[in-house]
């Protein structure tokens, strides 16, 4: 039995009107009764029943149970395509991702371009987001995933892989005079009276952490992306608090110091709508994805 007779079976079941169906799928009603009753005729059992309304039919008893086994079927023949796709590597597509502005340069490297060398026959599209354009994205389907260092909500609609942590660091010019000549680490109550740059995401969770200490950050500088934070400090001005990856480099002029605050810290992670199913293509990115070293 031709595979579309059962997924046009499952669209007839969820919509209830013939007609509905038909549009929905774009095929002609007369096609898709005619589907229905060569199902009928082949297991020997009548699928459907007139309903409210001279157009709404309804499921059977042998209908319902013949849904659900359909849905089953169905589930597994894409299973089956997508594992079978993934063997024989001719999966092709484009993938969209939304990509935080200061993990962009990181994502591209250490995933994106080890990837598209592996399937050169997938094209993508990038966008610099932050998490709320991200996951506006995501909602509006524009998007296949989003990759994001600062927190996330907390959503039943997303999955989310955390694949590492990015801690705050002070970052100050070798010239500038500051408190804590040898030290290895800094206290949130080591920043109080200087002059601090942030980015938005740094900042607002920097507040919250010096507030549990009952201090009162000094914030003279706030941008959007923490590299300009990083550009104001690197002047004298002051000291950029911002998260990064141990392996980050540091700028030439500059010195850096971790903050020793567990809370001071945010979770790389790549995530995904649960209301959209993954393509093929998505499928084989997220599968290369977990097998990179972390």
Known sequence: MDFDFYRNFIVIAETGNISAAAKR????????????????????????????????????????????????????EDTLNLNMQSFSK???????????????????????????????????????????????????????????????????????????????????????????????????IDLVDMSLCCNYGSYGLLRTVCQSYNLQPKVSFIATTASNALTYASSGAGVAVIAALSQDPVPENMERLPIDDAKLSFALSLYWSNKTRLSPAAELFLKFFQEQPT
């Not at 709404?56 to 319902?64: D, K, P, S, V, Y």
């Not at 597509?93 to 990509?99: A, C, D, E, N, Q």
Request: glycine fraction near 4%; charged fraction near 20%.
């Open 25 to 76: 799928l774009s095929i002609v009603q007369p096609a898709l009764s005619a589907q229905i009753k060569t199902l009928e005729k082949y297991y020997e059992v009548q699928l459907f029943k007139t309903g409210r309304g001279k157009r709404h039919i309804e499921l059977t008893e042998a209908g319902e149970v013949f849904l659900s086994q359909a849905k089953l079927l169905c589930a597994t």
């Open 90 to 188: 001719q999966t092709s597509g484009t993938l969209r991702f939304g990509v935080s502005h200061v993990r962009s340069e990181y994502f591209l490297e250490q995933y994106l371009i080890p990837f598209s060398k592996a399937h050169p026959q997938i094209s993508f599209q990038f966008h610099d987001a932050t998490v709320a354009q991200q996951l506006q994205l995501l909602a509006e389907g524009q998007i296949d995933f989003a990759f994001a260092n600062a927190p996330l909500p907390r959503s039943e609609e997303i999955t989310v892989l955390t694949v590492a942590n990015e801690c705050f660091y002070a970052f100050f010019n070798k010239e500038l005079k500051v408190p804590w000549v040898g030290k290895k680490s800094l206290h949130p």
